[in-house]
């Protein structure tokens, strides 16, 4: 048996370092029931915030990204489909190992073991925001699991400090050569800071693997929805979304793409948990003032002849210049058809759309039965939806801000009237009713980019969905409107490209954009903030020519 270490021979720690073999056991488990508090409360927050990536997961991505493809093929050869199973346990055994060592260190060296599980958090870190998934949001999981295990590893290892003074304290018999300290100590009554430290252990111990247990559960929902969202494959459009005209993409560096990237693009919603519903079980249920009740399950809605049609969507709370507003290709089948199927009855004038947590949308009926492209949407950018974007299906409604429209996770439309009905928002200080205003944003130059004299090339985006933009122009210094190139836009549902050169001397300059509507109405002069129904003024860029 490994005898504990005399106070004397510590040169650095002094005496409440001292332990002995069960102590060291006691701070090896400590350091592991901290990773596995960290190691839990990540893949729960992970599993609200960002299912489809987890730091666990995005760990594991990496590994089978960077293991040579001989490894790959001896593990696939030697663990045949439980390879992935294989490699959790690995990592598992790995964390378990370095989590023993962070408990010993820490209990050596205050600190030392913080610092070892702040260097295995970054590479989680760099796990996550390396992965292609990665969202804005993802690497608060990575973040949290940090910080919990580094407070549970203190809390831990500060009782064990505690309690090994206190039995050395006690039990070291300055006249009693030869006696094992540490038998002498462990034969010790449970002293109060003994006790404290078991408790926490057994607290901490406990709330990890609750925290565990309720991230499985989240998970495993998440990952069936994951799992049959990677095996479906979406039909043919029966009509094909035109092409993108020829120069709609300026091809001016800084630009935001013509076409958001399912990864860049914006997310709203008041989820707390991202839904994950399996499509296997998923129905649409059409209701209210209807002739006759129809529910459409989703291989129905797959086999519909669908169209594709690049729709522009933005948030009512975007800022004057914000980031709010993305441009995909949706693949879905017209609400129009489905509402049809149904009959609403006459009096009716709008459509309540739920979704499967309870979040709502009141949308004019009138804009989900005439000829624009209103869709159940179950593509995006052909992908089907991804999670946090409405898995399996969404609204998307050309010309309405999201709020009055968007709603992702599809379950019920119920037809209805303004006069009896409220959705989500309307209550909470936003308008009823959500057209979206004619907006315009400069994106290029970017503010604070130090500029030189001589030709300075300005470049934004333009929109106003479903009625489409005539014109753009910009001012300098509140000098007259000059007149942008304005590149096609795909179609009236999209924003538009534009771009603006001119020369300017040294000095510092206010530029502003203004786009005009098809209908010729130019966008609103007006600051208004965006609430309730849409910000209005124009995007201002101060600017430095040097
Ligand atoms: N279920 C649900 N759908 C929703 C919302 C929501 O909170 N819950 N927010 C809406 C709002 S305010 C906007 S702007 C769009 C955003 O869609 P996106 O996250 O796919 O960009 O979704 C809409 N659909
Ligand atoms: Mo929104």
């Known amino acids: 048996m490994s005898r504990g270490i005399k106070v004397g021979d510590m040169g650095t720690g002094g005496a409440t370092t001292v332990g002995g073999t069960k102590t060291r056991i006691a701070a090896a488990a400590s350091g592991v029931v901290a990773a596995g508090s960290g190691v839990a409360a990540g893949e729960l927050v992970a599993g609200f915030l960002s299912p489809t990536l987890t730091p666990v997961t995005a760990v594991g991505g990496w590994v089978i990204d960077l293991v040579p ?74 973040v949290a699991a940090t910080v919990v295990t580094i407070a549970v590893l203190r809390a831990l290892i500060g009782r064990l400090r505690v309690q090994t003074a206190e039995a050395m304290a006690q039990n070291v018999p300055s006249g009693n050569a030869g006696s094992d300290e540490n038998e002498a100590r462990d034969a010790v009554p449970p002293t109060t800071s003994r006790r404290s430290f078991a408790r926490a252990f057994g607290l901490a111990a406990v709330l990890a693997a609750a925290g565990g247990a309720v991230a499985a559960v989240v998970h495993r929902a998440a990952s069936v929805a994951a799992e049959v969202r990677g095996r479906l494959s979406l039909p043919t459009p029966a009509s094909p979304a035109t092409p993108i005209p020829a120069g709609a993409e300026l091809g001016l ?53 669908l169209v594709e049609r690049y729709v522009t969507i933005a948030c009512v709370s975007n800022e004057v210049g914000g980031q ?7 693949l879905g089948w017209p609400v129009r058809e489905l509402l049809q199927q149904a009959g609403p009855k006459p009096g009716a004038d709008m459509v309540l759309s739920t979704s499967s947590d309870g979040f709502t949308a009141g949308t004019p009926l009138e804009a989900l039965t005439d000829s624009r492209d209103a869709l159940l949407a179950i593509g995006m950018n052909g992908e089907p939806l991804p999670l946090e974007h409405g898995f399996p299906v969404r609204l998307v409604v050309p010309g309405l801000y999201g709020f009055v429209s968007a709603t992702k996770w599809l379950t019920t439309l119920k037809v209805t009237r303004f006069a009896d009905d409220v959705a989500y928002w309307t209550p909470r ?15 290029v130059p970017r503010a604070g980019r130090a500029l030189s004299a001589g030709t300075v090339h300005f470049g934004g985006i333009a929109w106003a969905q479903h009625r489409g933009i005539a014109r753009v122009e910009l001012r300098i210094n509140r000098g007259p409107w000059q007149q942008a190139v304005l590149a096609p836009g795909i179609s009236q549902d999209t924003w538009y490209q534009w771009q603006f050169s001119t020369d300017l001397g040294r000095g510092d300059y206010e530029v502003q954009v203004r786009a005009t509507d098809s209908t010729g109405t130019p966008q609103a002069e007006e600051r208004r903030a965006p609430a309730p129904d849409g910000a209005t003024g124009y995007h201002t860029l101060s600017i430095k020519v040097g």
């Open 253 to 305: 560096e800084g630009m935001p793409p013509l076409v958001t990237p399912n990864g860049e693009f914006y997310r709203i919603d008041t989820a707390l948990a991202v839904p994950t519903l399996n499509p296997d079980e998923w129905t649409l249920k059409v209701t209210g003032m209807v002739d006759r009740e129809v529910t459409i399950d989703f291989a129905t809605l797959l086999g519909k002849p």
């Open 429 to 443: 200080g936003w308008s009823d009713h959500g057209p979206i205003k004619t907006q315009s944003r400069i994106d």
């Open 69 to 142: 493809p001989g490894v790959k093929d001896w593990a696939i050869a030697l663990f045949g489909t439980a390879d992935k199973a294989a490699l959790l346990v690995g990592m598992a055994l790995v964390i378990t190992l370095l989590a023993a060592v962070a408990g010993l260190v820490e209990y050596r060296w205050a600190g030392g073991g913080s610092w070892l599980v702040a260097a295995a958090g970054a590479l989680g870190l760099a796990a996550v925001l390396t992965r292609a998934q990665a969202t804005m949001i993802a690497p608060v999981a990575p």
């Open 324 to 330: 709010l507003i993305g441009n995909a290709r949706w």
